[in-house]
């Protein structure tokens, strides 16, 4: 698999995809939660979870997976995606994973999201 490290060439090729489900960002999550990602911080552990299993006053996030193999050098691509939905007042909190980058966003704008961002691939 061939890493995509050019600003524009990850922007074009991200092919982003709403994945299912909502999600919720959580500290020190509850015993038994199905954890999807963690990140150690000096307050605490803290967790994207489904929201099912999260607290009720926990925001639902959707999330939506930049389908682009992008390399952990590559410029561009985080700025591009955070800059087209702050300035459709969209939310925007990204995670990177090794293979994909993902947006996670409100789940009352995720649709509207999706658009802007095939909007912004397609130029």
């Not at 459709?88 to 999201?113: E, L, Q, S, T, W």
Request: proline share 7%; net charge negative.
């Amino acid at each position: 698999m061939t890493r995509v490290s050019d600003g524009a060439a990850m922007v074009t090729g991200m092919d982003p995809e709403l994945t299912p489900g909502d999600w919720a960002f959580v500290t020190d999550p509850p015993e038994g939660a199905r954890i999807l990602a963690t990140i150690r911080e000096d307050e605490g552990l803290s967790a994207i979870i489904p929201a099912d299993d999260a607290p009720a006053d926990a925001p639902p996030m959707r999330r939506i997976t930049l389908r682009v193999h992008s390399s952990l050098e590559g410029v561009g691509l985080t700025a591009a995606v955070a800059t087209a939905l702050a300035e459709a007042g969209i939310a925007c909190n990204m995670v990177a994973g090794h293979h994909h980058d993902h947006a996670f966003v409100p789940a009352r704008h995720a649709a509207r999201a999706l658009d802007l961002l095939h909007a912004l691939a397609a130029g």
